[in-house]
């Protein structure tokens, strides 16, 4: 089955910095590749998404990039805010039949104000 | 619109005691799906379900059951409470398995066994 690892596990950024969050997959027939936030005591929230026929996806101060031949797929958080500080979970899935989707540990980012 | 709805919030159990998580979406979704959160470890799948009358495994289901009777409601079922239970539940649904359809999560339920 998939497998979905994050790193580093912790991050700790200046507020205003860019933070950059990485993460690697194993099912090269993965093909969709959503990251969660999820605060402190709070449910996971979907913040951006990206298909596999898709190398690059931007929304305002986030942008998720996607290197399949690598299998890996970056979340890129420019000028941070101390709001951004939370948990950010990485998933894949392949979108066929009885697909599960494969979520990472879990990356924990703090935005020093 | 209420999304997904957990009830209880809180829930303190007795090793082997028993209890039923209570799971409602108001948004007409197929796919429900209950995961367990554990500190550090990610979300893992419990058990899932593709629509009225259909669940499936996930990736930890032992210990637990589900039913899925209705498109609205998938409760999931502990019978024998054990510690190792302790965790974060989280009930979740999705118009479909695939790509742009993303997973609502309910606020959760935070169950310890002693």
């Known amino acids: 089955g998939e497998n979905v690892e994050q790193h580093p596990s912790t991050l700790s950024v200046q507020e205003g910095d860019s933070a950059v969050i990485k993460c690697t997959y194993s099912?090269?027939?993965?093909?969709?590749f959503p990251w969660y936030k999820q605060e402190l005591g709070k449910r996971p929230q979907l913040i951006i998404d990206?298909?596999?026929?898709?190398g690059e996806k931007k929304d305002q101060r986030i942008a998720v990039t996607l290197n399949k031949t690598a299998k890996h797929f970056s979340l890129h958080i420019t000028e941070t805010q101390p709001e951004d500080s939370a948990v950010y979970f990485c998933?894949?899935?392949?979108?066929?039949?009885?697909?599960?989707?494969?979520f990472g540990k879990g990356i924990t980012l703090s935005v020093r104000p | 619109n209420a999304g997904v709805t957990q009830t209880p919030k809180f829930r303190i159990l007795k090793i082997g005691q028993s209890m039923t998580l209570q799971c409602t979406q108001d948004?007409?979704?197929?796919?429900m799906y209950w995961y367990r959160q554990d500190p550090g470890m990610g979300l893992k799948l419990i058990y899932y379900?593709?629509?009225?009358?259909?669940?499936d495994k996930g990736e930890v289901p032992n210990g637990y059951n589900v039913s899925r009777s209705t498109t609205e409601d998938f409760p999931l079922r502990l019978e024998l409470a054990a510690p190792s239970q302790t965790s974060v539940y989280f009930c979740?649904?999705?118009?479909?398995?695939?790509?742009?359809?993303?997973?609502?999560f309910g606020d959760g339920t935070r169950l310890s066994i002693l």
């Open positions: 979740a649904s999705s118009y479909s398995q695939g790509a742009s359809q993303p997973q609502h």
């Open positions: 099912d090269s027939a993965s093909n969709y």
């Open positions: 990206i298909r596999s026929n898709v």
């Open positions: 998933a894949a899935i392949y979108t066929g039949a009885n697909s599960k989707l494969t």
């Open positions: 948004m007409n979704h197929n796919y």
């Open positions: 379900s593709v629509g009225a009358g259909i669940t």
